[in-house]
Each structure stands twice: as C-alpha cells, then as structure tokens.
C-alpha cells in the first residue's frame, strides 16, 4: 500500500457497507426534484452553468468534463480580461448600490417614509418588491474546505438557507463519513486516479480521487446520495481564503476552548493556542479549526466530533461578522477579492446578485448547526470510520429541507416561549452530571450534595480532564436552563451545548476557582 493511499483512505479490504441509505435517499432525491418541477424552481443548475460571469470562473471546466476541442475559436486573453473586470464591477456596484440605498433611505428611524397615506412600506421596501428577484423557499447547497495540497476536503458543510425565515442550516458531515460511491462515479475516479482503492471510502477522499476539476461535482452527487438532496450550489474554498478575508476584516474574535499545542514538521504546521476570549487573525484561526490533539496525544475528550461542534460554534461567529452591514461596507474590496481570487463555485454572477438581495435579511442568529448523525466504528473494513446513521438522517434532512415552512415557524415560536418561561423548576426536573474540573478532591461531591438539599437531581459525578479554566461552566441543552444554578458558583457561565450534554440535560464543569 503506497503512502499516499494510506494518508487519503483506509482502504476496505471488503465492500459490505449497507446500500439501503444511499437507494433510500437517491428515491426520495428523485421525488424532491420533481417536485421542484412542479413548483417552478428549476433551471437554477442551468442558469448558473450558463452564466458567463466571473464568480463561476473554475466551474466551466468542472461542467464540461471534456477536453477542449481544438477546432473551437478561442477568445483573446485581452477579452477575457474585460469580460471578468465588467462582471466584477457589475457585481460591486449592484452589491453596493443596494446597501447605498438602504442606508440612506432608511438613515432616519423616526420617519416612516409614507408615500401614500395609511402606507406603511418604506421605499426601499417598494424598490426591493420590484426589483429583487423572487428566490426559492429553499436553497440548498455545500461548504468544502480543502486541505493544504488542496486534493482532501477537510470540512464539509451542507446547508439549506430559508427565503421565508431568513434562517441558514448547516449539517457537518464528519470527513471520516464512510460511503460506497456509485459505479459511475468509482469508474470515473479509476479513470482520473489509477489507485482509488474499493468503492467504499472515506468521503474526505472523494474529492480527491475524483480530481480537482470533478471533484465538487462528485462530491455533490455523493452527499445527495447520502443525504437524499437535491443540492443546487457548491463552494469550495482553501485555507488561503480563510486567511485573506478574516485578516481584512480585521479579525475574528472567539474563546479558544482549550490549550493546543501541535507540530507536525511534514505539513508544514505548527499550532499553539492558550485558552480563553481572544482575537484571531487568519493564521490563528486556521490553527484552531485545524487542531485535533496535542504532541502528547491529549485532545477534545470525544475525537473528531469535538472539533466539529468547535467548528460549528467558530463559524457562527465568523458568519455574524461577516453578515454585519458595517463589516461589508467598510471591507467591500475583500469580499469581491475573496469570491473571484480564492472560491470555485458553480453559481454565476446572476446568482450572485439575486442572493446579495437578500443579504441584509439574513439574520444570524438564526444559523443553525447538526452533525451528521451516526457514530464512529469499524465499518467496511475501515477502522475508525464514521457510520452515518440512515433513519436518523432521514428525520433531520426531513426538518431542515422538507418540512413545511408553516410548521418550522410555529415549532419555532412555541421553543422561544418555553425558553423564556424556563425558571429553576425546569432545572430542578433536569438531569445534571457534576464534573470536578478543578484541582480540590471532593468538590463534585460537595456540590451535589448542595444541590440535592436544594431539590436538584444530580444522576452522575466525576472528574472532567480536559482542560482547566478558573470559573465553572455550566453546559446546557437549551436555552432557559441552568440560570438558576449560577448562584452556587463565583462567576459561572451558562453554555448551550447539545453534543457534550447527549446524556444529561445539564452538566457542570466546577472551575479552579471554586
């Protein structure tokens, strides 16, 4: 077995991966896009792949999969530069003529603008009525992240952005995800990479088995097998962008959840973090979501599942930066630079601006995160893969893609009101575990011996090995709980956190302090 083989893919040395999740979810993708049909939302696909524009500027070569016929008349360097210039100008300045627009209509908060007596609508709401483009209830679409040699998506991201309740899902599928390919698509990687070992594979690999101008689109065509959608646009970025744009908008500022330090002098990486709120420039945030474990071996206490929900919290920051008005406006430049210089997507410059319309909508509190459901096991041969889970997977693409609009936002509504109802009965009727986080023998001990004279259920205690912070962390799984619980600790922080609070709805990591 070649090196290389061995740093891609542990090779299965037998194909019994189970087939139901892929056939189930290629007939429910099947149905999904008839649908679509019927409700008029084709020829996205179409559209962005004809599109001339700039932002699909690595898509072209991706669509046609075919080598160029040499009797085809070539366009002249010089037009091809005008022609990616206007379309970059024309994005800036529709981008910018909208927000220009916005802001000066909506300077003043205490004039209403009315045109028409007993109108409410603003201006700009009627300017926005005529001319932004209708868009989908739902978008779907894929986040991928490539390593540093570019071949392996170390990040995989599927989302689905809501037109209706202006909300963005992101689902991580862990990069050890074990999938068998299609046929079609496994024949085509023996083509473009003579070693692609067994049908079943890591999903990281695919993308680089398939090579770098099919692999986005493989990709796809795996994850909508996996996942039973139908995905209209994928972007793919490398760590170069992730530099670029968080050190032009001056940063992102993020509490590093522990100590990391990591060398590894055949990537040429080097990671060393201390714990705590602090601001991150590119190459330290590249570091945080990169890190895995510590030289001594030490790292998140549940593997790669930990990092995921560390990337998932990362990004949500970075997505309410991002989305800030303020930050686009002063760093307009940097947005336009990072999408034309470092992106591959297939969606084109009408895409663009159909979807800059509704950027000032989105709000970013409502970006949600899941991870793909399933656990980690020896599956296929591969040994410490991850094994998705096909009923639970069906249930959540069932709720993020499928589910009527109606019911999210009534779902929705009736969670706000029980998280704002939430009081100390609902912590009192909560299952806790107590963690000893800090270095005084028996403190777990004492403290649930506290909370039970006070009418708390602590089911289990014991010691937390991670890493130690001075004030005790009280993680969470919903909004509303464990406020009452501040009040037993000297300067404790309540944490929503569904993964690490999977067996108990509340668990206190007691701080150094106590």
């Known amino acids: 077995m070649s090196k290389d083989k061995d740093k891609y893919n542990d ?8 087939e139901d999740v892929g056939q189930s979810r290629r007939r429910r993708a099947a149905k999904m896009r008839e649908d679509a049909k019927k409700a008029g939302y084709t020829g996205m696909m179409s559209a962005a792949s004809q599109d001339n524009g700039g932002a699909a500027n690595n898509a072209s070569e991706a669509d046609s999969g075919e080598d160029e016929d040499n009797n085809t008349k070539k366009r002249s360097p010089m037009k091809i530069f005008f022609t990616v210039l206007l379309s970059i100008l024309g994005v800036y300045v529709i981008v910018m003529g909208i927000f220009a627009i916005s802001t000066y209509l909506n300077d003043d908060p205490e004039d209403d603008w009315n045109v028409v007596q007993g109108d409410t609508q603003k201006p700009m709401d009627k300017i926005q009525e005529v001319f932004s483009p209708k868009l989908p209830e739902r978008t779907q679409f894929v986040l991928m992240c490539t390593d540093e040699d570019g071949t392996r998506t170390d990040t995989i991201m599927v989302g689905c952005y809501n037109s209706v309740t202006q909300g963005i899902s992101l689902i991580s599928v862990p990069r050890d995800t074990v999938v068998s390919v299609s046929a079609a698509n496994y024949q085509t990687m023996r083509e473009e990479f003579p070693e692609p070992g067994r049908r079943t594979m890591k999903i990281n690999a695919v993308h680089h088995y398939a090579g770098e101008k099919l692999g986005p689109e493989m990709l796809v065509d795996e994850l909508n097998s996996l996942l039973g959608t139908d995905i209209q646009y994928y972007v793919r970025v490398n760590f170069d962008a992730f530099h670029y744009l968080i050190d032009s908008i001056g940063g992102i500022e993020f509490d590093v959840p522990q100590k990391m330090d990591y060398d590894d002098p055949t990537q040429d990486l080097s990671i060393h973090l201390s714990p705590g709120l602090q601001m991150l420039d590119g190459d330290k945030a590249e570091q945080l979501v990169r890190w895995r474990q510590n030289n001594d071996g030490t790292g998140y206490f549940n593997g790669d599942i930990g990092r995921i929900a560390m990337q998932q919290n990362f990004m949500k920051v970075l997505v309410q930066k991002l989305a800030d008005v303020d930050t686009i406006k002063s760093n307009p430049k940097a947005y336009v630079t990072a999408f034309i210089k470092y992106v591959t997507t297939n969606a084109g410059i009408s895409d663009a601006v159909k979807y800059a319309s509704a950027l000032n909508k989105i709000d970013p509190s409502k970006l949600e995160t899941y991870l793909l459901p399933g656990d980690v096991r020896s599956i296929g041969g591969i040994s410490g893969g991850y094994a998705p889970d096909s009923e639970g997977i069906e249930q959540l693409v069932y709720d993020i893609f499928e589910k009527p609009v109606s019911e999210m936002i009534s ?12 009081s100390a009965s609902d912590s009192k009727s909560a299952s806790i575990q107590v963690l000893n986080g800090g270095y005084t023998n028996g403190k777990a001990g004492e403290v649930e011996a506290a909370l039970e004279a006070d009418g708390y259920t602590v089911d289990e205690i014991g010691t937390y090995n991670e890493e130690k912070k001075e004030n005790t962390r ?7 709980l464990g406020e009452d619980l501040k009040d037993y600790f000297k300067d404790a922080e309540i944490i929503v956190d569904e993964d690490l609070t999977a067996d108990f709805d509340i668990v206190i990591v007691i701080g150094t302090e106590e």
Request: hydrophobic residues 20%; without cysteine; glycine residues 8%.
């Open 474 to 480: 009280i993680y969470v799984n919903k909004n509303g």
């Open 411 to 422: 779902e929705s509504t009736s969670e706000d009101a029980s998280g704002e109802a939430a």
């Open 11 to 18: 090779y299965d040395q037998e194909e019994n991966v189970s």
